[in-house]
Each structure stands twice: as C-alpha cells, then as structure tokens.
C-alpha cells in the first residue's frame, strides 16, 4: 500500500507542473487520496464485503469528490488531475500510465449486468468533461478530447474530438498545419469540429491549397520527365514570401 502511493506522487511530480513537492502532492492532491480509497474499496469487494467496500468508496467521493465504483479495476501510473466530478464505473477497466482531467466519466450504457463499462489501454489520455460510454476500448496511448463524448471504439495513438466523437485524420491535419505554417501563421488554436464558418472558411481554403499545391508538383514532375525545364518555376514557388501580405497591411 505504501509503495502503491508513493508511486502515485512520483507519477503526479512527473506529470503536473504546478506540484513542488512530495509533501504537497499527499496532503492536497484529491487524486491521490481517492486511489488510495479505491485500494482499501478494492480489496474488500474482493473479499465479498460489499457493503463496506461500498461505503468507503461513497467516502472517498465525499471527501474528494471522484467516485470510484470498488470494482473498477485501475492500472499503476494513474493519474487523476483536479479530479472533481470524475465517475469510473463498476466494470471500467483503465491500463497502465493513464491520465484524467475533471469531469470525466467512464459509463455505461446498459442495465444489463456484465461488462458495460469503458476499457482504457495503456498511457490513454481522457480530457476534462470527456464521457466515454459503454463497454468499448480506447486503444493504447489515444488521446479523447474534452467534452467529447465517445461511444465506439477508438484505435490506438488515435485522437477523438466531438460530439459524437469522430477520429482525426492525422495526415490531413499535419499537412494543413504545415500549409498554415508556410503562410505565416499557425492554425493550432482552430479546432477543425467547431462550428464557426469563418473557422470552416480557413480550413476550406489552407485545404485547397494544399491539393494545389499537390497538383502544381504532379504536374512539374510530368513535365520533367517529358523533357520540359521546369527549374524556372519551381524557383518562382520557391521565392514567395509568405509574409509579403503582411508587410503591405503594416
């Protein structure tokens, strides 16, 4: 038990850069406390003594308002931050190194008895106010978005963002953050699931830019192996300034 908590405030000093001390960690780090319940809760569920187990779990979420089922089953190297209004359920099944903000809640879906409740592999991410829903599996090390609420399976190293949570197209995102980059300025504070048409616009227009540029080099590599000299205008692209236009508004 004292080497399970003394993991866990190496694993908060590892990950939150406002804890200073070991000392800090155990006496005002609600997530820490609550995983200590949740391994007397545990171990007395295990014995049959349900009730009991049942009671301290419903301590434990008075005194630091997450709650545990006893039954859950938790990983080493969790990770609870803030951790107000968190609720992991009875058949909820989270793997080693995970992580998660407040308000998230690992539910089900279903009266029926057996397993209705999320599976988190190992180093998943959870953001604040994220609902993951029934007994589906976050694959190792995917990241869930805040507020998103999941309620299918999510692939390992993916990311999940919306309501209901859709799977980000990495390769898209990357070269579109790259096209940004080029034209001076970066996109990373645009979420593409908002709703804003002036976002969707950008996103709209760095996209086609990009295709265009996809195009433009297809094109000059044909015409390379036709013979045609094409230096001059891979020079041309090569010269633009992204930061012309703002040279001119200044």
């Known amino acids: 038990m004292f080497e399970a908590v003394r993991r866990d405030i190496r694993t908060v000093l590892e990950r939150d850069p406002a804890a200073r001390s070991a000392l800090e960690v155990l006496v ?7 995983l200590a319940f949740h391994r007397v809760a545990h171990r007395l569920w295990g014995r049959g003594w349900t009730t009991l187990a049942r009671f301290v779990a419903h301590v434990s979420r008075f005194l630091t308002g997450i709650e545990i ?14 951790g107000m209004g968190v609720v992991i ?7 080693d190194d995970c992580t998660i903000y407040h308000g998230v809640t690992l539910g089900g879906t279903s009266w029926n008895k057996g397993k209705r409740h999320p599976t988190l592999g190992d180093g998943v991410v ?4 994220a609902k993951i829903l029934g007994p589906i599996t976050i694959g190792r090390g995917a990241k869930v978005g805040s507020n998103a609420v999941v309620v299918k399976d999510v692939p390992e190293c993916a990311t999940a963002v919306g309501i209901p949570a859709r799977i980000l197209d990495e390769d898209s995102k990357n070269a579109r953050e790259q096209s940004a980059a080029q034209m001076g300025f970066a996109a990373y504070g645009i979420g593409e699931d908002a709703n804003d048409p002036v976002v969707k616009a950008i996103h709209g227009l760095i996209d086609h830019t990009v295709a265009a540029d996809l195009r433009i080099e297809y094109i000059l590599e044909q015409l390379s192996r036709l013979g045609v000299k094409v230096e001059d205008a891979r020079a041309t692209a090569d010269k633009f300034d992204p930061t012309y236009l703002n040279r001119i508004v200044d």
């Open 89 to 95: 359920g009875e058949t909820a099944l989270i793997g």
């Open 126 to 129: 959870v953001g604040a106010g």
């Open 69 to 82: 089922h006893p039954a859950a089953r938790l990983g080493p190297g969790l990770f609870i931050d803030h």
């Open 28 to 34: 005002s780090c609600p997530g820490v406390h609550a």
